[in-house]
């Protein structure tokens, strides 16, 4: 547990240790979830790397994508469909 002091202007800093946890530096930005009296604070390019992996989950398996070579097949035959166009 870390305790952190909120200055007159409404701020806190975040314990090193927890910067360090949550793989955050100076210019991230933050998300501060409000949940049944608990603030959970979360590292927002994280989250947002989660949510476009729910987005895209199940995709490759629609696509019949098994591994890399065919994500590289898919990807040139695009391409191809591209140039053609």
Do not use: C, H, W, Y
């Amino acid at each position: 547990m870390e305790l952190a002091q909120i200055t007159s202007k409404g701020q806190i800093t975040i314990p090193a240790e927890i910067r360090k946890k949550l793989g955050i530096k100076e210019g991230d930005k933050i998300l501060l979830i409000e949940d049944q009296g608990r603030v959970i604070l979360r590292n927002s390019s994280m989250e947002a790397l989660r949510a476009a992996q729910a987005a895209f989950a199940g995709e490759a398996d629609r696509l019949g994508l098994k591994d890399e070579g065919d994500v590289l097949n898919l990807v040139a035959e695009l391409r191809r469909e591209k140039l053609e166009a």
